[in-house]
């Protein structure tokens, strides 16, 4: 996330000035000592798990901000916008304004996020063709995006590579996020 205090890795104690593609420090997270995950998450590093750093990170999304979701564990985000707060999520594939994941009776399989996950719409959700939400991107309109351990390693470099079965790339936006993301 990109932030104007100094960003951190979660795994660096050095505390060395990264880019803008950790979470800033002003309320971090701590790891629950000897901590196991709960059921359905996975444990990712010193007592961390994948939903507590997306928990995390969802905290630095603002009132009304249009953020983009990544590929991979940036999906989980959705479900942990602090009640209130109003964020518009984007997804490359034309879902503009979607919501916590979807299960059970909820699930549609025609509403998806990025990563071809079901989600839930919002009362202002629209859909959109590929075009015109990169428009969305191009111009500069998403306040904030999140990327996928794919997409992006912890020096900053973006993977492109096209993915074994996969018709297309694997990339996805994630240049075009990056670089025209608030």
Request: glycine share 12%; charged share 20%.
């Amino acid at each position: 996330i990109k932030s104007t205090h100094p960003v951190y890795s979660f795994n660096d104690s050095s505390k060395s000035r990264l880019t803008d593609i950790s979470i800033a420090h002003e309320s971090p997270i701590h790891a629950k000592e000897n901590a196991q995950p709960e059921r359905g998450e996975t444990m990712v590093e010193n007592g961390l798990t994948r939903e507590m750093l997306a928990e995390r990170c969802a905290r630095e999304f603002q009132h009304n901000w249009i953020v983009n979701l990544g590929v991979g564990m940036p999906t989980l985000c959705s479900d942990y916008v602090i009640e209130g707060r109003r964020v518009i999520f984007h997804a490359e594939n034309g879902v503009i304004g979607y919501g916590k994941g979807a299960r059970g009776e909820e699930i549609d399989p025609y509403v998806t996020n990025a990563g071809g996950q079901p989600v839930t719409l919002k009362s202002y959700a629209s859909f959109i063709n590929h075009a015109e939400s990169f428009g969305i991107v191009r111009s500069g309109r998403l306040d904030c995006a999140v990327l996928g351990a794919y997409e992006v390693a912890v020096n900053g470099d973006f993977a492109n590579w096209k993915l074994p079965g996969n018709i297309g790339g694997g990339i996805g936006g994630a240049m075009d996020i990056a670089a025209c993301a608030k």
